[in-house]
């Protein structure tokens, strides 16, 4: 007997699961993941950080949205997700300026080292300085929305890899009313509405259901934990340079780095290069003072976008009862409260209305949106 459900999630990674939960008590829900555990792939390789200044408008106003939805959820269930951290953006005078927005101040060469005072004087000219930041337990906010979805009755399926589709007709046959009926796994499972949240393969996914590709693309992110002769101070800012040559930020007593790479892949299990966290450790080491002597742990996630940067959220244009939710790139978590608040309105209500997100950015991530 195949299982039903309004809505089928293809993904168990932060997307799926925030809106696995934001659809709690209001539709039943399944959520298919591939792998064994949930959030094996990008959502656990993410720098945790949520920064109101970083991205183009539509993700700036989505990431403030989010803010405000997690300091609700903290305010009712006494979880606390959210540490406030500064972003510093250091650079040349251009580049600072380019890319700073209304939540990020201009700071003086003095300021910015007495904030972070392992950066070398030389090493930048300019500042920016968001304070409205913030770290987040990702860990904790993806097993929230876990326990969120199931207490509500939602089915949490791991090995459960989604290889094939098909449309029932509207008479009540397979895939009942015109639903999907989905392989996922050794399951069959019959929905009204089939969401991909499948990250990097969410193109992929889509060939099942017979819907054109987004030109999703995967891009390489890799990051690394190390140790260092003089730690960080704890509430010291994340600093990144302008030129995406590098970000880090105090992680414990050791330090989180990354390269700032952003190198197509095909989806795949991403992994490290030792090249690649050598050159970063030089990098950085010539920057700052911090004395980098050893890594603790590195890896590489796939941060996943289309050509034009913004997430693809909503229906397709053309094939029925078929909603993506992918192409978060860098920004799954920061955006996630609201992406999930905004894709939970447009699947249950067909509309956004009542949702914290303007039209404009409804129509920037549509996924109709080179049509419009
Ligand atoms: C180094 C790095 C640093 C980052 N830092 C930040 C940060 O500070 N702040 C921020 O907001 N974002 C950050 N990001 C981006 C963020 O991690 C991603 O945007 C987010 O995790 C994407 O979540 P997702 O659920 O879309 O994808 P994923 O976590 O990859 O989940 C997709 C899931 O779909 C599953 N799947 C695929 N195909 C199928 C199938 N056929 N059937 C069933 N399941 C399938 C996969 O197994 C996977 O679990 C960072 C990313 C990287 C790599």
């Known amino acids: 007997m195949p299982l039903t459900c309004d809505v089928l999630i293809i993904g168990g990674g932060i997307a799926g699961l925030s809106l696995a939960s934001a659809l709690a008590g209001r539709a039943t829900v399944i959520v298919a993941e591939a792998e064994a555990a949930l959030a094996s792939h990008t959502s656990s390789r993410s720098a945790r950080q949520l920064i109101p200044s970083y991205g183009p408008p539509a993700i700036r106003e989505l990431t403030v949205r989010t803010l405000a939805l997690l300091r609700r959820t903290e305010q009712e269930t006494g979880r606390r997700f959210l540490t406030p951290r500064s972003f510093l953006l250091i650079g040349d005078e251009a580049q600072v300026r380019g890319q700073a927005s209304s939540h990020m101040a201009f700071i003086s060469h003095a300021e910015a080292i007495k904030l972070s005072p392992e950066l070398r004087p030389g090493s930048f000219e300019a500042a920016g300085l968001d304070t409205t930041s913030f770290g987040c337990d990702t860990d904790l906010l993806i ?68 819907a054109a590709p987004q030109g999703l693309v995967p891009y390489r992110r890799t990051a690394a934990v190390v140790k260092v002769a003089r730690p960080l101070l704890p509430e010291q800012p994340m600093v990144a340079t302008a030129d995406n040559t590098f970000y880090y930020r105090p992680e414990g007593d050791q330090v989180l780095i990354s390269p700032s790479e952003t190198e197509p892949s095909r989806a795949e299990d991403a992994r490290p290069r030792e090249t690649d966290i050598q050159a970063l450790v030089e990098n950085i080491n010539s920057a700052t003072t911090m004395g980098i002597e050893a890594v603790d742990r590195a890896w590489t996630g ?57 039209g404009e950015t409804i129509a920037a991530l549509s996924p109709r949106r080179r049509t419009l």
């Open 143 to 210: 097993e929230h929305h876990r326990t969120t979805a199931e207490a509500a009755g939602a089915r949490i399926l791991t090995n459960a890899p989604v290889t094939a589709a098909v449309r029932g007709a509207d008479d009540g046959g397979a895939g009942g009313d015109g639903g999907w009926e989905v392989q996922a796994g050794a399951r069959s499972i019959v929905a009204d509405t089939v969401v991909n949240a499948a990250g990097a393969w969410a193109d992929n996914v889509a060939a099942f259901f017979g």
């Open 302 to 358: 796939l941060r996943t976008e289309p050509a034009d940067g913004h997430p693809v959220v909503g229906f397709d244009g053309q094939t029925a009862g078929f909603f993506w939710l992918a192409g978060q790139g860098g920004y799954g978590f920061q955006t996630s409260a609201g992406i999930a608040e905004l894709a939970a309105g447009l699947i249950l209500d067909g509309t956004a209305d009542g949702t914290g997100v303007s």
